[in-house]
C-alpha cells in the first residue's frame, strides 16, 4: 500500500492531491493532508517560522508511515524543503516549484509572468530558478496575497472574485506577456476566473501534473494500467484530511476535492 502525505499552509494543495486523484490507481493509496490553517497564510510569515512548521508537521505525518511526503506548497518548498531534506534524510520529499522552466521554453514574446506569494517571489530558489532557466525573458512578478484569500474563502467562481483579480493583473496591459506560472498550489483554483479575463494568448502554467508524475518516479510507481490484470479492479484509497484550524470551515472547503470513490475522513490536529 502506497502512503503519501501532503502538507500545505490551507487548501491549495488540494490542486496537487486533485492531480494524484485523477489517475487511475493500480494499488491500494492513501494520502495524509495536513492543511495548516491555523497558521495561514504562511506566505506573509518570517522563513523561520514555516520552516518551525514544516517540521512539526513532517514529525507528524511520519507517524503515519509515509512513503513520501509531497510539499504541497510553494512558499514552503522554497524556504524549507533543501532544510527539511537534511533533517529527514530517509524520507523522498517531493516539493513544488514555479514552473520558470516550461514558461521560458514556451514564450513566443519573451514575456513571462509569475504569480506567487510575497515569500516565494523574495526567496532564492525563484531567483536562482529565473537566473538558470529565463535569463533571456522579463519576467514579471505578481504578488497573489489576495488571491490565496479568495481560494480559501472559496470565493472562485469567475464572476465573484473578478473585483479582486482585476488590479493584480494590469500587467497585462502594459506588457505582451504570453505565459502565466502558477507559483502558488492556491491558484489553479483561480483558473477559470483567470481565463475569462487574461487574453486568449496567454497559457496558464500548473505544475501539479508534473509534482504527481515526480512523486511517483521517486517511488517508482508505475501508474499506467500497462499491467491491469496485476491490480485489485477498485483498489482502496483512503485520504484523511487533517487541520490545525477550524474544523467546520475545513469540512466545508474539502467540496473542492475531486468527487471520487475513496473513503474520506477530516480530523483536527494540534501539531
Ligand atoms: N499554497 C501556498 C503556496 O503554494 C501559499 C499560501 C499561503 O500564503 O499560505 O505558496
Known sequence: MLRIGLIDSGIGGFSILNAFLQIPFTQEAAFYYVADSGHLPYGLKSDEYIHQRMLS???????????????????????????????????????TEPAI??????????????????????SERLNSLIQRFAQHCHVHKIIGTSWVELVESQKIMPTSNLKTLFPTLQVFDNYPIDQLVLGCTHFPFLTPALDRILPKSVSIIDPAASIVQECYNRLSYTFSNEEPH??????????????????????????????????????????
Open 57 to 95: 508537521l513532517t514529525s507528524f505525518l511520519q507517524t503515519q508511515h509515509i512513503d513520501a511526503l509531497v510539499v504541497a506548497c510553494n512558499t514552503a518548498t522554497a524556504v524549507s524543503a533543501a532544510k527539511l531534506r537534511d533533517q529527514f534524510p530517509h524520507l523522498p520529499i517531493i516539493g
Open 101 to 122: 522552466k516550461p514558461a521560458a521554453l514556451a514564450t513566443k514574446s519573451g514575456h513571462i509572468a509569475v504569480a506567487a506569494t510575497q515569500s516565494t517571489l523574495n
Open 230 to 271: 496485476q491490480s485489485p479492479e477498485n483498489p482502496h484509497i483512503e485520504i484523511v484530511l487533517y487541520t490545525t484550524g477550524n474544523l467546520e470551515d475545513f469540512t466545508a472547503q474539502s467540496t473542492l476535492l475531486f468527487p471520487g470513490n475513496y473513503t474520506l475522513s477530516i480530523k483536527k490536529i494540534k501539531a
